[in-house]
């Protein structure tokens, strides 16, 4: 066997030629297919409607594809368009229309046309559900009860204090 992959009918009868590294489940009419390291989609007839040229791609959901590129990731559509560009360090499948993005360590959300509705802002984030995200920020204050981030905290004489297990791991 040549450990190609493709799609038969229900009649066993082949459709779309085994030639494929990796050929996923139809979703949204479209199948991701990988060869030579690169994913791309197919329709149900076999033609390569959005070319293998991605890294990393994921079905599509509400109409919408995370892929990635260079270590960059954004969105496309079913016509290959990158609808979201390619930008982020991270991206995740939009959620009641909005998704969780993240860029430089910060997370946020997105609409589905681009729009940062939820500025980049939060250390993590959890995709909605039930209209709600859970969201952490974290930061330091002084003993006045000002916040800092860490990058301010720092510069003003901030040092971590390592735990006793922090401590036992190091000897």
Known sequence: ?????????????????????EAEDFSEGLAKVKLNDKQGFID????EVI????????????????????????FIDKTGKEVIPLKYDEVENFWEGLAKVALNDKYGFIDKTGKEVIPLKYDKAEDFGGGFAKVELSFYIDKQGNEYSKEEAVKKGYKER???????DLL
């Open 44 to 47: 149900q007839t076999g033609k």
């Open 1 to 21: 066997m040549n450990d190609k992959q493709g799609f038969i009918d229900q009649t066993g009868k082949e459709v779309i030629p085994l030639k494929y590294d």
């Open 51 to 74: 070319p293998l040229k991605y890294d990393y791609a994921e079905d599509f959901s509400e109409g919408f594809a995370k892929v990635k590129l260079n270590d960059k990731q954004g």
């Open 162 to 168: 390592l735990s006793i297990d922090q401590i036992l």
